[in-house]
């Protein structure tokens, strides 16, 4: 292949070797289903005990639940979903000039997971933004398509509210003070990716994004609606997540799972490709502060409940986890006690 990007606007025929997944590894697409019951949590509902209980069963249960009537403006999502794809389809130079494969730039345009460990590649591309504090990251934004920054800054602004109000839910759903997770995880980090994946000429062969756990706290993903490809691991088998209008999914990340000592999980997930139509998701992440210690809330550890997981820093766990490939084992089962 003789472009870094997938995105250059040519049509493979055939899938190059490199992203060829062995036999036993490939996604066998005709035996997942799609997943009936995704729990779907209604934020506008006036009951909060009732939520906080929606809450807590789908995170025990799933790991991910959608949300409606989250607080995020229909207006905010159609622009961030028009802009991402109008970033997309600008020409090829124009977007390598954006492109790093070094995991520890701040923002830039990448394809696959990490190019640089992996063995076999995915098909996708990204574009990976830092996005808080604002003011020091979207000076190093693309500035082209023009209205991208003002767009995706309000769309960070109205989705990182969103993940307090689910983190101060997620707390009281395990019991905890509502400002419990807000305090252990400090000043939060938030991260960006815009994902893309285009069509692909063997979808069976290969991934956009391999069975993985993501290693933030929480994620708040913005699926295309015309295109399904988000699949979970629930009870062993791989259900697809179909995009459903005006909802968030939202899934438990590492982070939450250990705090939770294990209650929650922080659910595999992988994003499967077509052979005809692009798709784009965007996922956002909070993240702890570096230094902040991870440990199990001390009200789970007690009653005779050993904490599974030793106390890291975040900035421990997210340099391991980079160091890594992705479909590798659980990057949690690393900080087993
Ligand atoms: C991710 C992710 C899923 C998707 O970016 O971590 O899991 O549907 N994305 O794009
Ligand atoms: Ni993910």
């Given amino acids: 292949m003789d ?3 997938l995105s250059s606007g040519i049509r493979y025929s055939n899938l190059p070797e490199s992203y060829v997944r062995p036999e036993s590894e490939r996604p066998r697409l005709s035996e997942v289903s799609e997943c009936e019951d995704v729990p779907v949590i209604d934020l506008g509902c006036e009951d909060r005990t009732h939520i906080i209980q929606q809450i807590c069963h789908a995170c025990m249960q799933y ?8 607080g995020v403006s229909k207006e905010t999502v159609e ?3 028009q802009v991402a794809h109008d970033f997309f389809e600008l020409p090829l130079e124009e977007k390598l000039k954006l492109y790093s494969d070094d995991p520890s ?4 345009l990448s394809t696959s997971f990490n190019v640089n460990k992996e063995k076999v590649h995915n098909w996708r591309d990204y574009l ?11 000076p190093e934004w693309p500035s082209n398509p023009p209205p991208f920054k003002d767009i995706v800054s309000n769309y960070c602004v109205e989705v990182r509210e969103l993940g307090y109000r689910l983190q101060e839910l997620i707390s009281q759903s395990l019991g905890l003070e509502k400002d419990y997770i807000k305090n252990v995880l400090g000043e939060q980090g938030q991260h960006m990716a815009v994902n893309y994946y285009p069509p692909c000429p063997e979808p069976e062969l290969t991934y956009g994004l391999p069975g993985h756990t993501d290693p933030n706290a929480l994620t708040i993903l913005l699926q295309d609606l015309q295109v399904a490809g988000l699949q979970v691991l629930k009870d062993g088998k791989w259900l697809a997540v179909n995009p459903q209008p005006d909802a968030f999914v939202i899934n438990i990340g590492d982070q939450l799972q250990a705090l939770s000592n294990g209650r929650y999980k ?6 499967v490709v077509n052979a005809d139509k692009e798709r784009m998701s965007v996922a956002s992440f909070l993240c702890p502060f570096d230094r902040a210690l991870i440990s199990p809330a001390k009200p789970l550890t007690e009653d005779g409940c050993e904490a599974v997981y030793r106390d890291f820093t975040y900035a421990e766990y997210y ?10 084992e659980h990057c949690l089962e690393l900080f087993k006690n």
């Fill in 3 to 5: 472009t870094k990007v």
């Fill in 63 to 70: 790991g991910f639940f959608q949300v409606i009537n989250h």
């Fill in 79 to 81: 622009k961030m979903l």
């Fill in 105 to 108: 730039k701040t923002m830039r």
């Fill in 128 to 138: 990976r933004l830092h996005c808080y504090p604002l003011h020091k990251y979207v």
């Fill in 266 to 271: 922080s659910v595999w997930h992988r994003a």
């Fill in 319 to 328: 340099s391991k986890f980079w160091s890594r490939n992705l479909d590798q």
